[in-house]
């Protein structure tokens, strides 16, 4: 690998993400909630934007798609990390559970398209192949995760639709690999 396939804009876009959920999760635990709400919500449109760009540019590639996968679950636990530490679950835990569902759900619906997603094309995927179903279900998911972090007042109701919208991509992808 050479120094210059990473330096290209959607892998800044990419890595930035990590540096931003480095940032707030410092800032959570610190307890300045609404700075790292912000970074949180840049942090999350450079998922949005990365591939986009890459695609725009003609700079997408294995590596990106790779780095982006990983980079998506590091910043993604850095802001549940960082809610964990600050005892932002311990308060919202006692007036709702459901949120508890969320990350592990999402984790596990993952996983499991990725893993029929590898064993029917026999190339091993650790990001999903992009439909509409898992980009409405992750946009979601980052509202939920933000809306956790300020403590929402229908949360319950954000994660009953981010599951069911995670249980439609599933399910989705299950037919479209079905054609492959």
Known sequence: MKLKELKTIPNIFTFSRVLFGIIAFILLIKGYNITALILYVIGAFTDMLDGHVARKLKQASDLGSF??????RIF???????????????????ENVSWIILLPFWIFVELI?????SKKTNKLYLSLVHRN????????????????M?????????????????????IDYIFYIRKL
């Open 67 to 72: 780095l982006d996968a990983i980079c998506d």
């Open 76 to 94: 993604i636990l850095l802001i549940f990390f960082g809610l964990l530490i600050s005892g932002r679950f311990e308060k919202t835990m006692l």
């Open 113 to 117: 398209i990725a893993f029929l997603v």
């Open 133 to 148: 179903s898992i980009r409405y279900a992750a946009v979601l998911f980052y509202i939920t995760v933000g809306a956790l």
């Open 150 to 170: 300020i403590n929402f007042k229908y949360l319950d109701v954000l994660v009953i639709i981010t599951v069911v919208l995670l249980i439609y991509a599933l």
